[in-house]
């Protein structure tokens, strides 16, 4: 089988010459089909690099990058479009939801990428299993923080993306709200036999994954 | 655009633009109010030109009064040729001439006098008040009956069955003149009265002066084989040069050329306003992505690229565009119901609403040019937008895109703008003018905003809190003082040019021409006369200021043998000099007030060879040189003399100047008359009144009355400009908004922060005021500038008047547009004054 992700001999710097910072030195790491892992570090580490990366929202200053066996390094940014929409679920710390969109139509959203059309059910399916069967046509701001995150779960999930990518998705709720927000994603990346690649700074919720990959000062360790 | 054209994609696009403009038509309303305002005066404008000229196309034959029109000037035409006209179908004669018509107790009006016959006109009709008035001119009695225009009614206080005074015989006031069918402008703008031809001949004048003018209309019999009889008409008065043919359709052509020349301006600062109007289209787009910094990037993070999102928000802008100019050009499509009512009645001109639909398509395609040149350089700021700032939470303002791609593009579309109205207008030169100095002023904002930024780094050198934050918000990377700077700069120098021009026009009319000009202005006065008048006046006032000058009539033929038609264009500043019959004079001195620049005057003596002294001006419009050829008909005779000189001409004081002098020993041989002016301490309407009662054959114009008709029609004039200014800066304004909502979301965030910081709210106020002073106070200099070379070339060189600077009036524009835009700026930000902790603190 395949890795989800491989990253091969990647490197990221910002700035250019004397100035540059270099955020990723030459790393080398895979995700597999269906594996969960959490990449765990100090801050400015580059945790968030890697997955902005594999996201193609970044572009490695070096070294390939392979998405279900497509090497997306050098695509220009119609084809990285396609690679997101056809591959990936994105979760934010931030939840990041569209304030002019109601729960539905901010699901459905991802869809609508997808060129899929007049699938409101299967947002409203996807949102009442998060248990948001009440909240359908509120818009963000009407959601409490919990809420909000779930929706924008169900935003990553409604396209059965092969991968999720989710930067510190509990970092901004409380303890309860995480613990029950985790089990989500947790539970639907088995069923759905998704990989799911998680950046967190909890221990609780890094022990849970398949396998922990640490970084430090842009290396893997 | 090509994404448009896949079904599902469109509807995509379609239903996301839906959804975006149903919930966000707020942030759009600068779009729309500033598109809708600027379409709409392109409509007024296109509609109101559009159903003049098929007014004057359908009308044609009244505007003529016959299917055919013959001017012989001067003499009539001779019988035998009057003979061939029958032949051909109805013929009916009017003369016309310039004369004084006087009530007792009253000073005399110079009037334009129509004699006509009773079959005038051979279309339409005469209006007259009372109905039937127009048929009693013809009722033979003791006491002829007059028609007089209404200007003449309220100079006289005249009433139905007045008496008048007509070159000494009486005439009675038998109705009101409301409109003739041929357009006469005397009838609008002046004085003008209608006889019948029976008592013209009761005047017995050998010679009415060369102001005098024969016409002859004829309706054709036979409807079929037009162009056979018209040539045939041709063929029998080409045996002289000076019989002027016209056909239907050339009657209104002077009619239409003025409507051209005044559409032409009111087109050019549409698509100033549409420009204006563009940029803020741009802002607002700029601010609109801006605002939807995280939106567009969730979208990306999701798998939209940034061509979608560009054609999603084009899309929206799309429909922006079809709604505001269907509704503008449905709007302008019934204004000429509303210029009906503002345009002269006499004109008798009745305009009706005609709906086309390439009409619409005129005033769509522009808009679209616009919105394509201003939206493009916005919309493809979103490619700028990082969704990776999804995971930093930090989100960085976008600022307008000018990539290499872009520009050319944007240069592509400007030249298409450009060159779609250049080739809708006569006046090419001028179009293309304005439009570089337009998109070059932007240029120039452009510049000073970089320049400002360059010097306020070298100057850094502030303690002060409130100057910091000045500074740092006009210093900052991706600063957006550019996009204020070029929209406050653009409405400053517009505003300052219009009001420098309007104001050096108004002065030239009301203070420096009736100080120059003279009292009065006499014309066509006989030659054995001119002494007796002359005496009879200095016995009136011995210290009056007169001053009379022979006078011929003559044609122009040819330029070095070459037909003059072939020579200059109709489009020709000084074409008017060549057109038509043309007075001439002669003398055997320079006068001192025509300065020779090319050339020398000639020798006294030689009355045997015609030396010409040409308006310096017209000269060098029509190409002439020195020693060049020119034959002028005069008296029907071709007679060719040699340019000797180029004067320079100044008509502004009214005083007496030809285009054309020759010199005297050759024209001792001619029949002339004279003109003459009078300037004088006592009141010229007693002098006139004493005049016409002793020479009742004396005609006079009284200047100030003219110029109180100049001052009129200018009035109107401004009052319409005005109020379009009025409009373009209504729009400036919107968009001084727009480059202020550009800011609102950074300046509400960074002042969410001072707030957190402990910075006061008086701080920030006066850190915003010293940022508005700052960027005001620098384009104040540029668009002066700007402002005062245009205006200064347009009075000088198109107006031909003398340019004078007006500090009061500059200091006031200064200081008033500076506080309406500081306070509207103040009222846009109102919300940043007081921003809510709450929201970033989640984010929101």
């Known amino acids: 089988m395949s890795a989800a992700i491989q990253f091969n001999n990647v490197s990221l710097s910002y700035g250019i010459k004397d100035d540059a910072v270099e955020v990723l030195k030459a790393i080398n790491f895979s995700v597999e089909s269906e594996e969960v892992i959490s990449i765990v570090g100090p801050s400015g580490s580059g945790k968030t690099s890697i997955i902005m990366l594999a996201s193609g929202l970044e572009t490695a200053t070096k070294g390939s990058i392979k998405i279900n066996s497509q090497e997306i390094v050098g695509l220009k940014e119609n084809e990285l479009s396609e690679v997101r929409r056809k591959n990936i679920g994105i979760v934010f710390q931030s939840f990041y939801l569209i304030p002019n969109l109601t729960a539905v139509e901010n699901v459905s959203l991802s869809l609508e990428a997808n060129q899929q059309f007049n699938l409101e059910k299967d947002a409203e399916n996807l949102l009442d299993e998060f248990g948001l069967s009440h909240r359908f046509h509120h818009l963000p701001s009407e959601l409490s923080g919990g809420e909000q995150q779930r929706v924008a779960i169900a935003r990553a999930l409604i396209n059965k993306p092969k991968i999720i990518l989710a930067d510190e998705p509990t970092g901004n709720l409380d303890s309860a709200n995480s613990d029950s927000m985790m089990d989500l994603l947790f539970d639907y990346t088995k069923k759905s036999q998704t990989s799911l690649v998680i950046v967190t700074h909890d221990n609780s919720i890094a022990n849970r994954c398949d396998r922990i990959v640490e970084i430090r000062d842009g290396e893997i360790v | 655009m090509a994404r448009l054209f896949n079904f599902n994609q469109f509807k995509l696009i379609n239903k996301y633009a839906l959804r975006d403009f149903s919930r966000s038509y707020k942030k759009l309303w600068v779009i729309t109010s500033t598109l809708f305002v600027s379409l709409l005066l392109l409509s007024l404008t296109f509609s109101v030109k559009e159903a003049l000229n098929s007014e004057i196309e359908n009308n044609s034959k009244e505007l003529l009064g016959g299917d055919f029109q013959v001017t012989s000037g001067i003499d009539p035409l001779p019988d035998e040729i009057i003979d061939q006209f029958k032949a051909l179908g109805e013929v009916s004669s009017t003369i016309e001439f310039a004369t004084m018509l006087s009530k007792e107790g009253e000073s005399p009006v110079f009037t334009e006098l129509r004699a006509v016959d009773n079959r005038y006109p051979l279309y339409g009709a005469i209006e007259t008040r009372p109905q039937i008035a127009s048929e009693r001119i013809f009722v033979r009695s003791e006491k002829p009956s007059v028609l007089i225009n209404e200007s003449i009614q309220k100079l006289l206080k005249l009433n139905l069955g007045d008496d008048v005074v007509i070159m000494g015989q009486q005439f009675e006031v038998a109705g009101l003149v409301s409109s003739v069918p041929d357009l006469v402008e005397s009838a609008v703008f002046g004085e003008f009265a209608i006889i019948s031809m029976e008592s013209y001949e009761k005047f017995g004048l050998n010679s009415g002066g060369s102001f005098l003018d024969h016409e002859y209309r004829i309706k054709f019999n036979n409807s079929n084989q037009v162009e056979e009889q018209e040539e045939f008409l041709r063929s029998i008065v080409a045996y002289d040069d000076s019989i002027e043919t016209l056909l239907p359709g050339e009657s209104g052509q002077s009619l239409s050329r003025v409507i051209d020349n005044f559409s032409n301006f009111l087109n050019l600062v549409s698509v100033s306003a549409m420009v204006i109007a563009g940029i803020g289209i741009s802002n607002t787009l700029l601010s609109f992505v801006n605002q939807n910094n995280t939106s567009v990037a969730v979208k990306k993070s999701i798998g939209f690229s940034s061509s979608f999102i560009q054609t999603m928000y084009f899309y929206e802008i799309l429909l922006i565009l079809i709604l505001t100019s269907v509704i503008a050009y449905l709007i302008g499509v019934f204004s000429p119901l509303l210029a009906n009512e503002l345009l002269p009645k006499t004109l008798g001109i009745d305009l009706k609403p005609t709906f086309s639909f390439l009409g619409f398509l005129n005033i769509f395609f522009i808009g679209l040019l616009v919105v394509l040149i201003f939206s493009i350089p916005s919309l493809y700021s979103i490619s700028e937008i990082k969704a990776g700032a999804l995971f930093r939470n930090t989100f960085n303002p976008v600022s307008l895109n000018f990539s290499l791609k872009n520009i050319l593009l944007l240069i592509v579309l400007i030249v298409v703008l450009v060159a779609y109205f250049v080739f809708q207008t006569e006046q090419k030169f001028y179009t293309v003018l304005y439009f570089v100095a337009f998109f070059v002023t932007i240029f120039i904002f452009y510049g000073v905003s970089k320049l400002l930024i360059l010097l306020m780094k070298n100057v850094y050198k502030f303690s002060n809190n409130s100057y910091r934050i000045a500074y740092r918000n006009i210093v900052a990377k991706k600063s957006l003082a550019p996009i204020m700077t070029i929209s406050l700069g653009i409405g400053l120098t517009l505003l300052l040019t219009l009001s420098f021009v309007a104001n050096n026009l108004k002065k030239e009319i009301s203070d420096s021409i009736p100080s120059m ?328």
């Open chain 2, 517 to 844: 000009a003279p009292d009065l202005f006499f014309v066509g006065i006989d030659r054995d006369i001119q002494s007796n008048l002359e005496s009879f006046i200095k016995g009136v006032d011995p210290n009056v200021e007169l001053e009379f000058s022979p006078m011929a009539s003559a044609s122009f033929i040819s330029l070095n043998g070459i037909p003059i038609e072939e020579v200059v264009s109709e489009s020709n500043r000084s074409a008017w000099v060549v057109e038509g019959d043309r007075r001439i004079s002669w003398s055997e001195k320079p006068k001192p007030d025509n300065p020779i620049i090319e050339g020398e005057w000639w020798e006294l003596g030689n009355e045997n060879e015609m030396f010409i002294s040409m308006d310096s001006r017209a000269a060098y419009d029509l190409g002439m040189k020195i020693n060049d050829k020119i034959t002028l008909n005069i008296l029907g005779r071709d007679v060719t003399g040699v340019v000797k000189n180029f004067r320079e001409v100044d008509y502004r004081d009214i005083s007496i100047n030809f285009a054309i002098i020759i010199n005297k020993a050759f024209a001792n041989k001619l029949p002339y008359e004279y003109v003459g002016t009078l300037k004088s301490e006592l009141s010229s309407s007693d002098i006139l009144a004493k005049v016409v009662e002793k020479f009742p054959n004396v005609s006079a114009i009284k200047i100030d009355r003219i110029l109180s008709q100049v001052s009129d029609v200018l009035n109107k004039v401004f009052i319409a400009v005005t109020a379009i200014s009025l409009i373009v800066i209504v729009i400036g304004l919107i968009v001084i908004v727009s480059a202020v909502l550009v800011q609102t979301t950074f300046r509400r965030y960074n002042n969410l922060i001072y707030k957190i910081l402990g910075v006061d709210f008086p701080t920030i106020l006066k850190a915003m005021t010293m940022e508005f002073a700052v960027i005001y106070g620098t384009l104040i200099f540029f668009a002066l500038t700007v402002a005062v070379i245009s205006s200064y070339l347009v009075v000088e060189n198109t107006l031909q008047l003398s340019w004078q600077f007006d500090l009061g009036l500059t200091l006031w524009i200064l200081v008033s547009t500076a506080l309406v835009s500081f306070i509207l700026i103040l009222l846009a930000n109102r919300s940043i004054f007081s921003p809510k902790v709450y929201p970033l603190i989640r984010n929101e």
